[in-house]
């Protein structure tokens, strides 16, 4: 008898796992798609307006030159849309065969997915494209998306994004990220202070500014150096096309 009921127990926490499973899988769900005259979904309202006008500028030419249709979608959280056993690439993948961007007999569509609470990216490309530009999705996602991310300019690294899969597509050569202003403003700064450092050193010697400059660098760097490594461990265009063409993911 006991054997009986450890069976039926066994049976019925399997049977729970399975609609559990299939509840979990049944609540994924997808932004809606744009208006026509867009090729953006900003849920995570990541980008600027300027920015937004200048990613349906670029995607609006893709598609009327190359028929070649490009989106961007940015998400709060994959969570938001029950997708956090699916991953960014296994999200990505649903909605782009979800919304069915490009067309069976050109299936050549390119998808932008940001989530920004889960600090992931993903490039989804369209079957068409059959993992031929893996390495040059990822070339984009590292030098053009990623580290703009990484400095908190979303926008940029976005817009930065659309303008080299636009590249990618056209078979042109990548283009170069966007260096905001205050990068040259603390580049020349930083030079101008390094020639008045210089200076100091051979002028006044120990008795200047700069040997307490070097010092504190010094400290600086020792603590630096200690906590490395301690980080947390962690519109047209809508044809019936279907993904698994290849792609690059990023997190940062």
Do not use: C
């Amino acid at each position: 008898m006991k054997r009986y009921i450890r069976q039926g127990i066994l049976i019925l926490v399997v049977l729970l796992a399975f609609l559990d499973a299939g509840k979990a899988f049944a609540e994924v769900t997808f932004p809606d798609k744009p208006p026509p005259q867009d090729f953006f979904v900003d849920r995570a309202n990541l980008i600027t307006e300027k920015d937004r006008q200048a990613i349906n500028q670029t995607a609006q030419a893709l598609l009327r030159e190359q028929r070649i249709p490009l989106f961007v979608v940015t998400i709060d959280a994959l969570s938001s849309y029950g997708a956090s056993g699916l991953g960014i690439d296994g999200y990505a993948r649903e909605l782009f065969n979800h919304w069915g961007i490009g067309t069976p007999e050109r299936n050549f569509g390119i998808l932008l997915l940001v989530s920004a609470g889960d600090r992931q990216a993903r490039i989804q490309l369209g079957a068409g494209f059959e993992h031929a530009h893996d390495a040059q999705s990822n070339d984009i996602m590292q030098s053009l998306i990623v580290p703009a991310f990484k400095r908190g300019d979303y926008s940029t690294g976005i817009t930065d994004g659309v303008r080299g899969l636009d590249a990618m597509a056209r078979g042109l050569q990548l283009p170069m990220p966007t260096v905001p202003m205050w990068y040259w403003i603390v580049l020349i700064g930083g030079a101008i202070l390094f020639i008045a450092f210089i200076v100091n050193l051979f002028k006044n010697g120990k008795s200047g500014w700069a040997w307490a400059l070097l010092a504190m660098l010094g400290v600086a760097l020792f603590f630096l150096m200690r906590n490395a490594g301690k980080g947390d461990g962690s519109s047209g265009g809508f044809g019936g096309g279907s993904s698994d063409g290849g792609g690059a993911s990023g997190s940062w």
